[in-house]
């Protein structure tokens, strides 16, 4: 993770390790697996299942399977914030990695301000496991995953209400819009 300035919540680092994003974007995906049907966090329309499975370290959000959605959280004060404006993952590759959206166009904003996104993927494919029909492999045992996206990772708010709002393109008709209210606590 990136280390936080405890008494300011800002990054003391403001250009992430792309190394570190690329793990975080791992773990991120290995999140998104951890969850059953239907309370998977990018198919969630309320915002309710935002808390499942989240980690100790860091807050992970999701987009959409395409469209838009507003979503409502409660997340813990301290925790930074990471997320994909535009993802996609292939599963099944074995050692290269996903190859990046030519065309593809993110966009972020935390409270009207603009947050930088970065290109990460994952180097080589990496081993996923999730529940039986989750929505990255499918399948309960490990299957190779790489994945690709446009990432935001956010020193931790401050506490009490925020806007983000996140989304991307491929540069064709796929489009994702996510809205939340948080409420940092």
């Known amino acids: 993770m990136t280390p936080l300035d405890p008494h300011l ?7 992430p390790d792309p190394v570190e994003l690329a793990h975080l974007a791992i773990r991120w995906v290995r999140w998104v697996a ?18 499942h499975h989240q ?12 469209g838009s959605v507003h979503r ?3 997340v813990p004060a301290g925790r930074p914030l990471f997320f994909p404006a535009l993802y996609w993952s ?6 290269e ?34 529940f039986f029909n989750n929505v990255v492999t499918v399948w309960p045992w490990p ?3 790489s994945c690709w996206g446009l990432w935001a990772l956010v020193p931790p708010p401050a506490p009490g ?25």
Do not use: K, M
């Not at 980690?55 to 395409?66: C, I, K, N, Y």
């Not at 292939?90 to 050692?95: A, F, I, M, P, W």
């Open 90 to 95: 292939e599963v099944g590759r074995t050692t």
């Open 55 to 66: 980690p100790a370290d860091v807050w992970f959000l999701a987009g959409t399977f395409g």
């Open 161 to 185: 209400q925020h806007e983000l709002s996140f989304g991307g393109s491929d540069g064709g008709r796929f489009w994702v819009e996510a809205q939340y209210q948080i409420d940092v606590r």
């Open 97 to 130: 990695p996903a190859e990046a959206l030519e065309g593809a166009t993110a966009h972020a904003q935390l409270d009207g301000v603009a947050i930088a996104l970065r290109e990460v993927g994952s180097a080589q494919s990496f081993p996923v496991s999730g």
């Open 34 to 51: 951890r969850h059953r049907q239907p309370a998977n966090p990018i198919g969630d329309g309320s915002g309710r299942h935002a808390g």
């Open 9 to 15: 919540g800002a990054a003391s680092n403001p250009t």
């Open 72 to 74: 409502r959280c409660v």
């Open 143 to 145: 299957r190779p995953v």
